[in-house]
């Protein structure tokens, strides 16, 4: 238990800043961003057990994405308007590259819209269950399930349109 | 449709994508409030004082169930039941029976402590041959052994063999009516000038005799405890 706490407060040491600048991208209000951050941290603590190393780029998205699921809710509680289909601009990314790494499958979840991503990123990279991830989200069971499968067809569909086909 | 092995299996790429395509500035200190430094500290110092009282309390239910494990090993166990059965023979004298089912647990050496002695009597000789106790007290101006002793023995009844009939008396003389020990059915039996009170307690079957006043045997039976002893 000593060992999780450690590990949280690690955590918060390292990541303070990029989760501060993400929530504050989001939300353009100190008070709103803080108390983003405050509740990814109790978030956090609950999934602590997912977390192996706190140096790692699996920890850094899960972090990020969990400040940014709270940055959500306090926007949907401001009703304020939600960037739900905000989409990465990888325009200026060498397309060369991408296809040299040869994972089509990568570009095409990394391209995926916020809501989409942050589910099979969830799902797949922190290997949590939908239920787990609904109560990060602050969505539905049935709504995190029907995200999924609307995220898997739309990579069917853009990798058969690249003509990669169906994996 | 994806499948989840190609999900896993690119989904690594995908979140570096992803990280690499976030517009953070990395080294850059977040200007937080002091307030918000104070709070975040003391929630995480909460989290760790709520762990650690979880944690006793965590310790407190271990330590509850491990009592209640033993408690339910030593008061749960079946204990044997017994009980006493008394006649007066028609051609004189009476029969005692025991009617035990012979359960229960094996039990370790009887104590007793008499709460009440008569006057000048002491413990003299003490032993215990299988599962009955003898122990024989003596009056100060009669001692080592005299008429006047007063004998109380016990004999654990665990195991005890079922239905077992014990003729006792076969006295003309012999005479007695019902007495209550505590909770338990009694005979207080006279034969001759020696009196007697019989009775089963705890699975324990109980005698208390000796040539003694009715009161001060009565007496006796109605104050004495028997215990298992842990020598």
Redesign the interface.
């Known amino acids: 238990m000593d060992d999780n706490l450690k590990l949280i407060e690690e955590i918060y040491e390292k990541y303070r800043s990029l989760m501060y600048f993400k929530a504050f991208d989001m939300l353009h209000s100190q008070s709103d961003t803080e108390d983003a951050i405050q509740e990814a941290l109790l978030t956090a603590m609950r999934f602590i057990d997912r977390i192996d190393q706190p140096d790692s780029r699996r920890t850094k998205s899960f972090i990020l994405m969990i400040v940014e699921s709270k940055a959500l809710d306090i926007m949907r509680r401001r009703r304020r308007i939600l960037p739900l289909n905000e989409e990465i601009n990888f325009e200026n990314r060498d397309i060369q590259d991408l296809s040299a790494e040869k994972d089509a499958l990568a570009l095409a979840i990394a391209s995926l819209n916020f809501d989409m991503r942050r589910v099979l990123l969830l799902k797949y990279d922190m290997g949590l269950s939908y239920d787990e991830i609904a109560s990060i989200t602050g969505k539905s069971l049935f709504s995190v399930y029907k995200t999924a499968q609307r995220a898997k067809k739309q990579l069917a569909a853009a990798l058969e349109k690249e003509g990669c086909g169906i994996l | ?4 092995r ?14 690499d ?2 517009d ?10 002091p307030e ?1 430094e104070k ?2 500290l003391r ?2 110092k909460r ?2 004082f709520k ?1 650690s009282l979880s ?1 006793m309390f965590t310790a407190c239910i271990i330590v509850a169930l491990m009592l209640s494990a033993t408690l339910y090993t030593v008061l749960a166990q079946p204990k044997g039941k017994s009980t006493l059965g008394f006649t007066l023979n028609e051609n004189g004298g009476c029969t005692i029976s025991i009617d035990s089912d012979g359960k229960g647990p094996m039990r370790g050496n009887v104590g007793i402590e008499p709460g009440f002695l008569p006057e000048g009597y002491t413990l003299v000789y003490h032993s215990t041959i299988s599962n009955k106790s003898i122990f024989l007290y003596g009056h100060k101006n009669n001692l080592p052994y005299s008429y006047m002793n007063l004998n109380i023995t016990v004999t654990d009844l665990s195991n005890y063999k079922a239905n077992q009939n014990i003729e006792y008396f076969k006295n003309e003389s012999t005479d007695a009516e019902f007495v209550k020990i505590r909770d338990c059915a009694g005979y207080y039996i006279t034969n001759g000038s020696c009196k007697y009170v019989i009775w089963i307690e705890d699975n324990y079957f109980i005698q208390v005799y000796g040539y003694l006043a009715k009161e001060e045997i009565v007496k006796t039976a109605q104050n004495l405890i028997v215990y298992e002893s842990k020598k």
Request: hydrophobic fraction near 40%.
């Open positions: 449709m994806i499948n989840d190609d999900l896993n299996k690119s989904i690594g790429k995908a979140r570096d994508l992803w990280l395509s976030l953070l500035p990395e080294g850059k200190e977040a200007p937080f409030s918000f709070n975040t929630l995480l989290s760790r762990h944690r």
